[in-house]
């Protein structure tokens, strides 16, 4: 009898090490190269959007034209004139081929004369610069221009007022205050009264000794003896700084013709008010007639 025995291929431990062995020399191999074909033309689309300028600049700013240097607009890094003719933004042409700006021109002449030899303006011309070299980022020109008239005095008198609590609520009231009264009475003009006191506790001069000291300084229960308010549409006040209240009311009388408002004022008296024994309240109180046209 005759028996056909088949082999059985088995897999023997040697086996199995051998092929573990395999995989890992093949994670082992260093990984080849992978070539980015687009990485080439990639860099060189990004190159060929970059703008490219002339040496010279010819500018249409809002309808104004203007020529200048390159290197004149790049004068100062971190300004959007810098950075719009860096190469990293797109700048439209007009029909003249004259990179146009979307700004209003009447003062960009000024700003280039900065740019170019750090010449500054003409005192009248300086706020509407002010205002253009913010637009424009350009730091240099607003620290030179804050530094002469008027915006220096602007600076100093704002420094005054930031001591006056509510001013700008204080201006708001009165313009809708006189803006009512006008409609109402279907006039030209609305009077208001006005109070305006610098020291914080009013007393007449011969009464200023029966207090502690020249600044006022008392207790708690002596302030709230004298808390009161005039009976007035507006008061502004107190405030402690050298300036007295004829700088306030200029202040307040410029204030309102920067918005086209014409005021006027004079003092009508005091408020006179009885607070306690013989003390009586001394704030001046001020008329001012606002007209409208």
Request: with cysteine.
């Amino acid at each position: 009898m005759v028996v056909f025995s088949g082999n059985k291929e088995t897999a023997t431990p040697n086996d199995a090490m051998s092929s573990s062995d395999s995989a890992e020399d093949d994670f082992r191999k260093p990984a080849l190269p992978i070539t980015n074909l687009n990485l080439g033309k990639t860099i060189h689309s990004l190159n060929a959007l970059q703008q490219e300028f002339p040496e010279v600049i010819p500018l249409n700013v809002g309808g104004t034209f203007f020529t200048t240097r390159l290197s004149t607009l790049r004068r100062y890094e971190d300004t959007m004139l810098a950075a719009m003719f860096s190469g990293r933004h797109r700048i439209p042409c007009d029909a003249e081929g004259r990179f146009f700006i979307d700004r209003d021109g009447a003062y960009f002449g000024d700003i280039l004369n900065f740019l170019r030899a750090g010449e500054l303006p003409a005192r009248e011309r300086v706020r509407a610069v002010h205002r253009e070299a913010q637009y424009y980022s350009i730091g240099p020109l607003l620290a030179s221009l804050e530094e002469v008239q008027p915006l220096t005095g602007e600076r100093v008198r704002q420094a005054f007022l930031d001591l006056m609590p509510y001013y700008k609520e204080n201006l708001e009231r009165i313009l809708e205050i006189a803006k009512l009264r006008a409609i109402q009475r279907k006039a030209r003009f609305a009077k208001l009264k006005i109070c305006v006191y610098k020291e914080e506790m009013p007393v007449t001069p011969y009464e200023r000794p029966l207090f502690n000291s020249l600044r006022f300084e008392r207790s708690e229960s002596e302030a709230k003896l004298f808390e009161h308010h005039c009976e007035v549409d507006v008061s502004f006040g107190p405030w402690e700084a050298v300036a007295d209240v004829y700088d306030l009311l200029h202040c307040i009388v410029s204030d309102l013709a920067t918005r086209g408002i014409s005021a006027d004022h004079q003092c009508i008296g005091v408020c006179d008010k009885h607070l306690i024994n013989h003390y009586y309240c001394k704030r001046p109180i001020y008329e001012f007639k606002i007209t409208w046209w």
